[in-house]
């Protein structure tokens, strides 16, 4: 038997019959995946099953089971292949509107119900055919008063939307899809009329294209320009297969995009669509958010898909419809969308066949127009949801949701299925087959670069998007999973998941750690640390290959997240940030030595346990709690530079004369020291204090290149490597003074980070270390883990520093100190505190630096001193 090419009427059925089983078993094993699905998310037996989209699944097996007897008995030459066809896109589609929404899932069910009854009462009409074609002209008039009627009578299900549909009651009909199909069929029995005169194209296509012209006049009215589209597309193919001219290809092709032109300049809704399709990251969460969403699906599904019910493509607004393949494509991955899109293949090429064998030029031309129709409009929707076309609008035939959509499809195939009853061994002679290979070949392609758009989309850019902190999937699979805690470096929680699966919930154990915690959430993604180990916290990094494989391919989601611990000591960190309560700046102390960051404090701050309540509220703040002043704000160093200025100097030769002047005019701005000084100061003073005079009698000499290469060896030049959203540095502007440089107003801005590590080198010989805040992970199999780190950098010569920090000594204090003012943007006032212990402690070597905004040093050096003296009392 040729299962491709059946040529006896006992074959056909039998094909039909296997065709129909096999469709059965995949429906069935999609609907227990979906009853099961919630027992995979939630790893549990003891659950609310799924059950609900039952009644449907028994509604297409019985419906379907009957219409393979009815075709058996009246259409016994049919093609066997389109039944199954339109049974395993429509019971697909079917569920996939169960699973994203129930409320939609029963109306289809309905539709479905009444849509197998048509196609039941339409095989027992012999001349179906022929009445279309001898009623093509009242039909299409009918249909064209209808769409006009929905430019005053017109309403959206929905609610608000464009009123396309007719209708009352929660029972809506959308003309234009009915457009479709009565185009096709009065295009088939027009030119088939038309073909053995003698008269020029022109002549015999004015009265169509006129036709045709006035329907997409009425539709781009009702701005419906997704079907305006298609019927351009269908009255070109269908134009090519009935004369075979390819210059009517490329006359719509140029036609189309004059039109696509006209359209971008006069319809907003055209102007957006193409923006987002052109470049959909510019706005990803606003214009774009539906086509970048519908990306990150198929980025999600990855080859295989997350399962049935598995995924998370009701994320994706209007997922049920416009973007029902981006929701197949989370779910069945890449091997799910090739599947369809083979059967969209072989529908085309059944289809097509069924027209060059017909018994007429109108069942031809019928026949190829249906299936042109069929195949163009799945290409427009699917190429949208792919970024392959602009968005269209329109539906996927059989598979979206939409009573229309899917009556009409339902009539569409039942008219092909009786064309491929009628065909015979002998059909209507067919002078140039060309045209319809050549239309088969245009579908095809299209269809193929479909295939391998979605691989590119599921697998070679799968990693990447996957991980974009606007998925919001990976937040969504977090409420199932039990994500890692954050500790400190004695263990103690600073970050926690509680609830159930299903709602879990992440919590901080005081807002004291929010600046580095930063939060995570669902709706509003993830910051500081929580952004930083999230491979580890969701268990991606950290654990055996085998086992995240085995938790995707079984559930979908990652394994249970591992435990990280960070250098900091919560302590600290809440002196730190009660000590900040009321100011506007940031505080870090490091362990000198090693970079270890033992408190990270900014203010204002905010409480990552209210960030639902409150995220408003915070955006709006003009004082911005969400940023981390630490990492985050850039300031000028101002005289701040004093100690690196002086250990550059003091490598080199002797501290120069003291300076008579103590405070600075440049410009019309007085630079002044930090606290009232008189002219009795000593060195020790004048430095202590960050007089500007100092840093001017200091850089004698320099030149704007020296300031450059001074700041690449501190590291003021490059952004420091940590797990956290940092900003980069502003580099000095390169036509800036040296003076300015010399009083840190030449253009460099830096974080306090920077500030520290800088600073932590006076107390390490020179060398500067890297920064760290994770510790160690806690894996499943070796334990905990210490991270690696970086190596010290080698900053500043050791011979300055050890001449520098005497000169730096605080009164009563086991430490050496500067305090130095900067000016920032519009002339606002920032404060600068450095500190460090001397040499001759014997504890942890420790840095610290305090930054204020609109505040004086004196401020700071209070505040520094106060953090001092809590340590101090810390010590044994």
Request: proline share 7%.
């Amino acid at each position: 038997m040729n299962l491709l090419f059946p040529t006896s009427t006992e074959s056909k059925d039998h094909i039909q019959a296997r065709l129909m089983s096999w469709t059965a078993g995949f429906i069935l094993i999609y609907a227990i995946s979906l009853t099961l699905a919630p027992a995979a998310r939630l790893h549990s037996w003891n659950i609310a099953y799924r059950w609900t989209h039952w009644p449907a699944v028994l509604v297409w097996i019985v419906g379907f089971a009957l219409l393979h007897r009815q075709t058996r008995k009246y259409t016994p030459d049919r093609d066997p292949y389109l039944l199954p066809i339109m049974a395993l896109l429509s019971g697909w589609g079917l569920l996939t509107i169960w699973r994203l929404t129930p409320d939609f899932g029963i109306r289809q069910t309905l539709w479905l119900i009444v849509c197998q009854a048509l196609f039941w009462f339409g095989l027992k009409i012999p001349n179906l055919i022929q009445e279309l074609r001898h009623y093509k002209y009242l039909s299409l008039s009918g249909i064209l008063l209808l769409i006009a009627l929905t430019l005053i009578f017109g309403a959206y299900p929905g609610g608000f939307g464009p009123r396309l549909w007719l209708g009352c009651c929660g029972i809506y009909f959308q003309p234009a899809e009915a457009l479709k199909l009565l185009m096709v069929v009065y295009l088939a029995a027009y030119l088939s009329e038309r073909q053995a005169t003698t008269i020029g194209l022109l002549q015999i296509l004015t009265p169509a294209f006129l036709l045709v012209g006035s329907s997409i006049t009425l539709l781009a009215v009702q701005r419906d320009l997704g079907t305006a589209s298609l019927l351009i597309i269908l009255f070109t193919l269908i134009v090519y297969l009935a004369t075979g001219k390819r210059r009517v290809l490329l006359i719509s092709a140029g036609l189309l995009s004059v039109a696509g032109l006209i359209g971008y300049q006069l319809f907003d809704v055209i102007r957006v669509r193409v923006e987002a399709w052109l470049n959909p990251w510019l706005d990803a969460s606003g214009r774009s958010y539906q086509i970048v969403q519908s990306l990150l699906a198929f980025a999600s599904g990855g080859f295989l898909g997350s399962g049935p019910g598995l995924g998370s493509p009701s994320v994706v607004p209007i997922a049920h419809s416009d973007f029902i393949f981006a929701a197949i494509g989370e779910e069945s991955g890449l091997l799910g969308g090739v599947g369809l899109l083979l059967l969209l293949s072989i529908l085309t090429l059944r289809g097509l066949k069924t027209a060059i064998r017909a018994a007429n030029a109108y069942q031809r031309l019928l026949a190829g127009g249906i299936t042109t129709y069929l195949i163009s409009q799945s290409i427009l929707i699917i190429g949208g949801n792919l970024r392959l076309l602009p968005l269209t609008g329109v539906t996927l035939p059989f598979v979206s949701y939409g009573g229309s959509s899917l009556l009409i499809s339902f009539l569409s195939l039942l008219i092909l299925l009786r064309i491929s009853n009628d065909t015979q061994d002998q059909p209507s002679p067919l002078r140039h087959p060309e045209p319809y290979w050549t239309t088969a070949a245009l579908l095809l392609t299209g269809l193929f670069a479909l295939t391998l758009l979605q691989g590119w989309w599921s697998i070679i850019r799968s990693p990447a998007l996957a991980t974009r902190p606007d998925n919001p999937r990976r937040i969504i699979a977090d409420r199932y999973v039990l994500r890692g805690q954050l500790l400190d470096r004695n263990n103690q929680v600073l970050a926690y998941t509680e609830g159930q699966p299903g709602n879990y919930l992440r919590r901080v154990t005081t807002s004291a750690v929010a600046p580095v915690i930063g939060y995570h959430n669902a709706t509003y993604g993830q910051s500081g640390a929580e952004f930083g180990f999230d491979g580890y916290l969701r268990g991606l990094q950290g654990t055996p290959t085998s086992l995240v494989w085995y938790y995707s391919l079984l559930f979908s989601q990652p394994p249970p997240g591992l435990d990280v611990r960070l250098s900091l000591e919560l302590n600290l960190q809440q002196q730190a940030t009660q000590l900040l309560e009321g100011q506007t700046g940031a505080l870090v102390l490091l362990n000198a030595n090693t970079g270890e960051i033992l408190a990270m404090a900014s203010s204002p701050s905010f409480d990552p346990n209210q960030i639902e309540q409150q995220w408003p509220t915070w955006l709006n703040d003009q004082r911005a709690p969400l940023l981390n002043r630490a990492v985050q704000g850039l300031y000028p160093p101002g005289q701040a530079l004093i100690p690196f200025l002086l250990a550059d100097q003091l490598s080199r030769a002797d501290l120069p004369n003291r300076p008579l002047a103590l405070s600075y005019s440049l410009q019309g701005q007085l630079f002044e020291c930090s606290q009232p000084l008189d002219t009795s100061a000593t060195w020790n003073e004048i430095l202590r204090f960050g007089c500007p005079t100092a840093a001017l009698r200091l850089s004698e000499g320099k030149t704007s290149q020296d300031f450059r290469s001074l700041y690449e060896q501190i590291g003021f030049s490059q952004m420091p490597a940590l797990p956290l959203p940092s900003s980069p540095p502003t580099q000095p502007d390169k036509n800036a003074l040296p003076t300015l440089s010399a009083l840190g107003q030449d253009g460099l801005r830096i974080t306090p980070l920077q500030m520290a590590l800088a600073a932590s080198a006076l107390n390490q010989q020179g060398n500067r270390p890297a920064p760290r805040l994770g510790l160690a992970v806690n894996t499943p199999t070796q334990g905990w883990i210490v991270f690696s780190n970086q190596q010290p950098q080698p900053s500043l010569p050791a011979n300055g520093i050890v001449r520098t920090l005497p000169l730096l000594a605080a009164n009563g204090l086991p430490i050496w100190e500067i305090s130095a003012n900067a000016l920032g943007d519009e002339q606002q006032p920032i404060a600068w505190y450095l500190s460090g212990v001397q040499p001759s402690w014997q504890g942890t070597p420790l840095t610290l630096v305090i930054v204020l905004e609109d505040a004086r040093p004196l401020q700071a050096a209070q505040l520094g001193h106060q953090f001092w003296q809590s340590l101090l009392s810390m010590q044994p």
